[in-house]
């Protein structure tokens, strides 16, 4: 299978503020391209040659395969959730009211999760196996569909992010990523 550079449902200068058009073009156009073109050439030859992406990140081992697979996924989700900044962006979600009270209280426990994800990674809210809600980190391209985990929504913490941005402030990114959130999308995957 050859994959390809899925399209963004938005203009690369929509998420500003919070995301600058410069940071767009490096992670989408450079990083996430980077991500497919590494695959398709690792792939050739190989058996998972002809499995779909999940498939991969499901099967392949430790290994660049692995890694370049699920950065493709990854990058793919986290870029499909977001969208231009609305004036009210807080959803009314049962499932995060259920678990956690209320919107706030997992906001706040997901940022600080975020923040304090040592070195590259990925913090993710997924459905464990029992169906239970979970907050979640991944270091470098750890992807939790690996443990058979669902997930509904990550925030990419690697460095290449927000740097351009924020330089050492993760936090400020993080706490700029909650406005560009396209709960529209997020909502579906629950
Ligand atoms: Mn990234």
């Known amino acids: 299978m050859?994959?390809?550079?899925?399209?963004?449902?938005y203009a690369?200068?929509?998420?500003?503020?919070?995301?600058?058009?410069?940071t767009m073009k490096f992670h989408y156009g450079k990083h996430h391209q980077a991500y497919v073109?590494?695959?398709n050439k690792f792939i050739i030859g190989t058996v998972f040659e002809n499995r779909s992406l999940?498939?991969?990140?499901?099967t392949a081992p430790d290994g660049p395969i692995f890694n370049n697979a699920a950065q493709v996924w990854n990058h793919t989700f986290y870029f499909e959730a977001l969208g231009k900044?609305?004036?009210?962006?807080?959803?009314?979600?049962?499932?995060?009211?259920?678990?956690?009270?209320n919107f706030d209280v997992f906001?706040?426990?997901?940022?600080?999760?975020?923040?304090g994800l040592f070195g590259s990674g990925w913090l993710w809210l997924v459905e464990d196996l029992d169906g239970k809600l979970q907050i979640?980190?991944?270091?470098?391209?750890?992807?939790?569909m690996r443990k058979g985990w669902r997930p509904i929504l990550c925030f990419d913490v690697w460095e290449h992010a927000y740097y351009l941005d924020y330089q050492n402030k993760r936090a400020d990114y993080i706490k700029n990523l909650w406005t560009i959130l396209d709960w529209n999308v997020i909502?579906?995957?629950?």
């Open 107 to 115: 906001k706040e426990e997901f940022s600080k999760a975020a923040i």
């Open 136 to 144: 979640v980190g991944e270091s470098n391209a750890g992807n939790p």
């Open 12 to 22: 690369l200068n929509d998420l500003e503020p919070s995301i600058s058009e410069l």
């Open 54 to 58: 999940e498939e991969i990140i499901k």
């Open 85 to 101: 900044a609305k004036d009210q962006n807080i959803p009314t979600c049962k499932a995060i009211e259920d678990k956690w009270g």
């Open 2 to 9: 050859n994959f390809s550079l899925p399209n963004l449902s």
């Open 187 to 190: 909502l579906k995957r629950f």
């Open 37 to 39: 073109d590494n695959l």
